[in-house]
């Protein structure tokens, strides 16, 4: 199985053409044998990544507004390669807009050779989904998303009706923002392999933060793409969010397991992968001269967020600000010496009233206290009565939205939909992070 997708098959497709003789006014059949092929475009959405749209390659041009929503038909077959029988599921994906386009995908001005059809998607559309959870690993995983796309209407071009095209041939894929980061970082620190993706901003002719973010329980494992884009952490690579920080590094470890895997138990107060992940990120920001050390910053969720609170409690003065989600640091881990440590490091915590896994009344909640308890000047917690859909997209059968799992509230962080009123203005957590610095007066 292809990681990323499908194997690129070898498939022909029969097209048959309709000629008109002007002269008799008869009409003359050709068949004609061509082939035709698909690729997808993958989006990572706040719950996870989806495949919004195939760019499918006709073989020859066909004019603008020659397509329309029920021209084709989109099955799909899903399948996981991890499972002992590995089809998850298969049907028809609903066609929302068609249109003549580039090879690029690209509305075509007068005609073009490939058509974009786009589907719908939504976070229980499972059929769109470009990853699996797997419970007997507790992982994700890129699934195999086999596509067969069958004309049901004709589409009229200068040479006749274009019919019968059936296309299943996959020739890769585009995943949106995921694609700008690089993604077989490899480091060994004590006999420990830590993996990561980094994004890497625009050079300029100023320093660059480092913006580090720890990924949670379902995205460990040996490919950083899935630490990036089994939720939505690619956005930090977005235009809108770089644009807070005028452009920033994005480093993206990812621990084989979990980083909860403490020296004595899973989640112990400790984590086997500590140094190592110090180390990485010791040589990440030694290797990009152009990271300014005085801004560096890092977060995580759940899990990501259990490390993100030991990495502040061992190393609080190497990082300029913290932004641990759902933490999963019990706070009877933390010692009163441990509050001392992290009191003058900004940090912003968020969580979910909802979430029944981390319940935040026994790890954020009594953290944050007794560090505003201890004098820290800079700590915010935004806990959220529960996790909805932000965008008006989505929405429950009662028309109020769409409500996901109270332990996703790396929803929030990722469309910087956190802030917090500060001295009479609004401030966003992206914001308040890009305003942090290690010489900040």
């Known amino acids: 199985m292809h990681k990323y997708g499908r194997k690129a098959g070898v498939w022909t497709l029969a097209v048959c053409t309709v000629l008109m003789s002007f002269?008799?006014?008869?009409?003359?059949?050709?068949?004609?044998?061509?082939?035709?092929?698909?690729?997808?475009?993958?989006?990572?959405?706040?719950?996870g990544p989806a495949v919004t749209k195939l760019i499918v390659d006709i073989g020859r041009p066909i004019p603008i507004q020659s397509v329309a929503t029920d021209t084709f038909k989109v099955h799909v077959v899903r399948s996981d390669g991890r499972l002992e029988d590995p089809v998850l599921e298969e049907g028809y994906r609903n066609v929302t807009k068609a249109y003549v386009a580039d090879a690029s995908g690209k509305p075509a001005v007068k005609a073009g050779k490939h058509v974009v059809l786009e589907m719908e998607i939504g976070p229980t559309l499972t059929l769109g989904s470009a990853m699996n959870f797997s419970v007997q690993t507790y992982l994700n995983d890129w699934i195999d998303s086999s596509y067969t796309i069958t004309q049901q209407k004709p589409i009229a071009t200068a040479k006749g009706n274009l019919t019968g095209l059936v296309v299943d041939t996959f020739k890769g894929e585009v995943r949106e923002l995921v694609d700008d980061f690089r993604t077989k970082g490899k480091f060994t620190h004590n006999g420990v392999r830590l993996t990561y993706a980094d994004y890497t901003p625009a050079k300029d002719k100023s320093k660059n933060p480092l913006i580090i973010w720890l990924h949670g329980m379902g995205e460990g494992g040996t490919d950083p793409t899935v630490a990036i884009a089994g939720n939505k952490a690619v956005n930090f690579a977005s235009k809108g969010v770089q644009g807070f920080f005028g452009g920033a590094y994005v480093l993206a470890p990812q621990t084989p397991t979990f980083w909860m895997d403490g020296l004595e138990g899973f989640g112990d107060g400790t984590s086997k992968y500590e140094s190592a992940l110090m180390a990485l990120i010791e040589s990440y920001v030694k290797k990009n001269k152009d990271i300014d050390t005085n801004r560096i910053y890092i977060g995580g969720d759940s899990n990501g967020g259990y490390m993100t609170m030991l990495m502040i409690r061992d190393y609080p003065g190497y990082f300029a600000a913290a932004f641990p989600t759902c933490e999963a640091l019990k706070d009877t881990l933390i010692t009163d010496a441990d509050i001392e440590r992290m009191k003058n490091l900004p940090i912003w915590f968020v969580a979910a009233k909802t979430d029944q896994l981390v319940p935040p009344a026994e790890y954020a909640v009594p953290t944050y206290e007794r560090l505003v308890a201890a004098g820290a000047k800079d700590v915010h917690l935004s806990l959220f009565d529960n996790v909805?859909?932000?965008?008006?997209?989505?929405?429950?059968?009662?028309?109020?939205?769409f409500e996901y799992d109270g332990h996703w509230s790396w929803i929030y962080v990722y469309n910087n939909d956190v802030s917090e009123q500060m001295n009479g203005t609004t401030i966003t957590l992206m914001q308040w992070l890009a305003g942090q610095s290690l010489n900040k007066k």
Not at 388 to 401: E, M, N
């Open 23 to 47: 002269g008799t006014g008869a009409f003359a059949a050709e068949k004609k044998e061509t082939t035709g092929s698909y690729r997808t475009v993958t989006e990572v959405e706040d719950w």
């Open 388 to 401: 909805v859909d932000t965008s008006g997209l989505y929405t429950k059968a009662d028309g109020t939205p």
